[in-house]
C-alpha cells in the first residue's frame, strides 16, 4: 500500500506519518525540479520535509518516505541524485521517485511530467541519468499515457528492456494526463492499464496500481481482474487515514456506512492529534501552524460531509475554509459546529495544547 504525493499537503510529515501508522509502506514528499533541490541550503527546503524516522505500519513492517524529482532532459538531474545520496540517511530519505505524470497546466508547457509520456526516449534519457549516480532505490510514477487512446505498454517494455530489475517499482495511474472529454465514471472501472504495464514488463519490475482507488470495493474489483504489486491511494486517504488499514484487513467486507458513528469521528480525530503533539515543539512545530492545521482539518470536514452524501456547508468550503483568519477559540468553536459528537472541552483540549506555549 502507498500513500501518493499530493503538492503540498504531503510536504507535512504529519500527513505522511498518520497514513504510515495506518498500513502505507510507501509514502511520498511532493515533486520538485533538480535545480531548486540544489538550491535547498539558500531556502531550507530539507528543514521542510522533516523526516519520518522508524515508522512502523500496524503489522510492523518498515515504511519507506521517498522524495519524488520532476525532470527532462538537459535539466541537472546527477547532481540532485547525488545530491540527495550523500544525505539520504541524514533525512531520511529511501527511495528516490520519477515523476512523468504530473498533468499540471505549469508542468506540462515546459516538456516535464505527463508531458513526457508522449516521448518515451525523453524518459529513459532522464532515468539513464538518474540510476547512475544513486544506492538508493529508483521508482517511476506514469499514467496510461498522455491521451485516452494510449496505454502504457511501449513506454514499460522501454523501461524493461533498459533497466530491468534496477527499478524498484512503476506506479501506473489509469488516466491520461488530458481528461477533456473523458468519462471518468469509466476511467473508474477500468483496469487495462494496468494489465498492459504487468505484460510488458514481464514480471521484472513491481507495478502498482494508482488512479481513482478510493475505497477496498474499487481495488477488490481490480484484484479479481489483474494481479498488480500493490496500491497507490492518495486524496481518498484525506480525513480517512483508515482506509489503509481497512483495505489491508483480511476480514474487512468492504461495506462502508453511509455515516461515520461517533466513535470512529473520536478516534480518527484522537489519532492526529496525538501525532501533531509530537512535531509542535522546536523547529518542526511549523508544521503545527494555524495555517497546516486548517490544511489538514479541511479533509476530515469534507470527508465527514460525503460519507454523508451531503455538500459541505457555508464557510467550510476549501477557499472559505482556508482564507478565514481563525483564533483558537474561533477554531474550536467552528469544529464543534460540525462536530457536536466531540465536546467543546475536548476540542479545546487539543487544540489549545497546540497553540499554548
Known amino acids: 500500500m502507498a500513500f501518493a504525493p499530493i503538492e503540498p499537503i504531503t510536504m507535512n510529515p504529519i500527513i505522511r506519518e498518520l497514513m504510515a501508522i495506518n498500513g502505507a509502506r510507501l509514502v511520498y514528499r511532493p515533486k520538485i525540479l533538480p535545480q531548486h533541490l540544489l538550491k535547498a541550503q539558500n531556502w531550507q527546503y530539507w528543514a521542510k520535509i522533516k523526516k519520518i524516522s522508524q ?107 533498459e533497466f530491468g530489475e534496477n527499478i524498484a517499482w512503476i506506479a501506473v495511474n489509469r488516466a491520461p494526463v488530458k481528461m477533456e472529454n473523458v468519462d471518468f465514471s469509466l476511467i473508474k472501472k477500468d483496469f487495462k492499464p494496468f494489465e498492459q504495464a504487468i505484460t510488458a514488463v514481464e514480471g521484472k519490475i513491481p507495478i502498482i496500481a494508482n488512479g481513482s482507488i478510493e475505497s477496498y470495493n ?8 489483474v494481479n498488480t504489486n500493490g496500491f497507490m491511494i492518495g486524496r481518498a486517504a484525506l480525513g480517512n487515514q483508515t482506509i489503509f488499514h481497512n483495505i489491508l484487513d483480511p476480514s474487512y467486507s468492504g461495506f462502508e456506512a453511509n455515516k461515520l458513528d461517533n466513535a470512529q469521528i473520536i478516534s480518527k480525530f484522537e489519532e492526529l492529534f496525538k501525532i501533531i503533539s509530537k512535531y509542535q515543539n522546536g ?43 481563525f483564533s483558537p477559540d474561533s477554531l474550536i468553536k467552528a469544529l464543534f459546529k460540525i462536530f457536536p459528537a466531540i465536546s467543546e472541552k475536548t476540542w479545546k483540549s487539543w487544540i489549545n495544547t497546540i497553540f499554548t506555549k
Not at 474499487?218 to 481482474?225: F, G, T
Not at 479533509?299 to 460525503?306: M, S
Open 55 to 161: 515508522i512502523k505500519t500496524p503489522s510492523g513492517k518498515s515504511v519507506f518516505d521517498g522524495i519524488q524529482i520532476i525532470a527532462r532532459p538537459g535539466d541537472p538531474i546527477k547532481k540532485a541524485v547525488k545530491y540527495i545520496n550523500n544525505y539520504a540517511s541524514k533525512i531520511g530519505i529511501h527511495f528516490i521517485d520519477l515523476n512523468f505524470c504530473c498533468p499540471g497546466y505549469k508542468v506540462l508547457p515546459k516538456r516535464r511530467g505527463g508531458d513526457l509520456l508522449k516521448d518515451p526516449e525523453s524518459i529513459i534519457k532522464v532515468i539513464s541519468e538518474a540510476i547512475k549516480y544513486t544506492n538508493l532505490p529508483i521508482s517511476i510514477k506514469i499514467r496510461k499515457g498522455f491521451l485516452n487512446s494510449d496505454t502504457p505498454t511501449k513506454l514499460c517494455t522501454l523501461i524493461r528492456r
Open 218 to 225: 474499487n481495488i477488490n474489483i481490480i484484484k479479481k481482474n
Open 283 to 325: 523547529p518542526s512545530g511549523r508544521f503545527c501552524s494555524m495555517g497546516e492545521l486548517k490544511k489538514i482539518l479541511f479533509y476530515y470536514i469534507k470527508h465527514y460531509f460525503t460519507s454523508m452524501n451531503k455538500q459541505l456547508p457555508p464557510g467550510y468550503g476549501f477557499t472559505k475554509w482556508n482564507n478565514q483568519k
